[in-house]
């Protein structure tokens, strides 16, 4: 298997793992741990109304989609599937954790540790499909 695809399937494995830890979060509502800012900054994202799109769960959807990713990866090393699905679902991700920054970053104020390694990971995977492919 190529490095870019197994790159690709590592960071999803991450964002799956990162967004169980989100939805575990969200369905229990107790607050999650905040690495590297201060709590009261994820809890204020955790809790906001921007936690959620369309009524979603922001970490549900973020879990679909590197489900997505997973699987779509998976089938096109099989060569059951073309490889622009992946860029797509890709390239959608990256739009929502570039907004979701600016919505932390302008709007909230406030970061949540794990909605900025979510965006790390987009960015990342961007690089991937874009530089190593």
Request: net charge positive; hydrophobic share 55%.
């Amino acid at each position: 298997m190529p490095l870019y695809l197994t790159m690709i399937l590592v960071l999803g494995v991450i964002g799956l793992i990162n967004t169980i830890y989100l939805s575990y979060h969200t369905i229990t509502k107790e607050p999650v741990k905040c690495l590297f800012f201060p709590e009261e900054w994820c809890r204020k994202v955790q809790y906001s109304s921007y936690s959620r799109t369309f009524g979603i769960p922001n970490s549900f959807a973020g879990f679909f989609i590197y489900l997505a990713i997973i699987i779509l990866t998976l089938t096109f090393t099989a060569g059951a599937t073309p490889f622009a699905p992946v860029v797509w679902i890709i390239v959608i991700g990256l739009l929502f954790s570039v907004y979701f920054l600016f919505i932390q970053a302008f709007v909230l104020r406030a970061f949540c540790t794990w909605c900025v390694v979510s965006a790390v990971e987009f960015i990342l995977l961007t690089l991937i499909i874009v530089f190593l492919r």
